[in-house]
């Protein structure tokens, strides 16, 4: 004699039970999400740390090589191909501040201070941090697509397979083509910016040259340009790292690749406004 199911087990689960089961989900989904930021972060600082150590014993150590042929492809690569587009989006944004800031300190009549703020601006935080986020996408994307297709097609295993360590052979020479090249690129950024505010200045608010170059040498100091550079070779160390830790934790095969490189510019972005802020919080409280 076949049992009759109970009213109960065709009865669905109650609100309660749902609301229960929808933040237990949740709240698992954002335990992965910190567990997979944390695991990230120290990923990247470990990597960071063997580059580090890499690097010191190409140095100081005669029995590893320093790799200086592609160190300098890659700064070609990296530097030199990002000029064009760097010029381009400091340029507009020289001209942009100067064109925003011009009505306020009208009122006040202060337009001759354009000068001022748009140099220390530009000095300080737009050409530092525009020039990391240019690079993050035209070269730090690329550098994730290239390791990652290496990993891929197993061509890092071929590596560790001859005894070459692929921090040594691939990493050192992309994170310090990086460092080097957008500290060059940030001071064409600071000087094309300010040119683009001066081209604004003298062409729609009728300031001459020699006053707004006057008033923007008066204006910056070396705490200014050493400030600005040194955020810019942490945020060229910054994106070659986050670049290579996913190139090289790339899995899934084509769509891998394509996923680690998107996660590369946002992590990239996202790092680099973080740092900035950090570091200008620290640099205003020590009066610098």
């Not at 942490?234 to 490189?261: D, P, Q, W």
């Amino acid at each position: 004699m076949s049992e009759t199911p109970s009213a109960n087990s065709n009865r669905p689960p109650s609100l309660a039970v749902r609301t229960v089961s929808s933040i237990g989900e949740l709240a698992e989904h954002r335990i992965n999400k910190a567990h997979d930021s944390v695991s990230s972060v120290g990923g990247i600082i470990l990597l960071l740390a063997q580059t580090l150590s890499w690097s010191w014993r190409s140095v100081f150590e005669s029995g590893v090589r320093l790799r200086k042929k592609a160190i300098i492809e890659q700064m070609v690569r990296i530097g030199v191909e990002s000029i064009a587009i760097v010029m381009i989006v400091q340029v507009f944004i020289g001209c942009i501040l100067a064109l925003q800031i011009a009505p306020t300190l009208e009122k006040y009549g202060q337009i001759g201070k354009v000068a001022d703020i748009v140099a220390i601006a530009i000095v300080r935080e737009l050409g530092p941090m525009l020039t990391a986020i240019v690079l993050s996408g035209f070269a730090g994307a690329s550098i994730a697509a290239e390791i990652a297709a290496m990993v891929e097609s197993e061509e890092v295993k071929a590596l560790r397979a001859h005894a070459l360590d692929p921090i040594h052979f691939l990493i050192v020479p992309r994170f310090w083509a990086s460092v080097f090249m957008i500290v060059g690129l940030a001071v064409i950024a600071n000087v094309v910016g300010m040119c683009g505010g001066l081209l604004t200045a003298w062409g729609v608010l009728d300031i001459a040259p020699s006053a707004y170059l006057d008033a923007t040498q008066q204006a910056l100091v070396l705490p200014d340009l050493i400030t600005g550079l040194f955020k810019a070779a942490v945020f060229g160390g910054l994106v070659a790292m986050i670049a290579c830790y996913e190139g090289l934790n790339v899995r899934g095969g084509a769509a891998g690749v394509g996923r680690a490189t998107t996660v590369t510019v946002v992590k990239s972005i996202v790092a680099i406004i973080g740092t900035d802020a950090v570091f200008t919080a620290i640099f205003f409280t020590l009066g610098w």
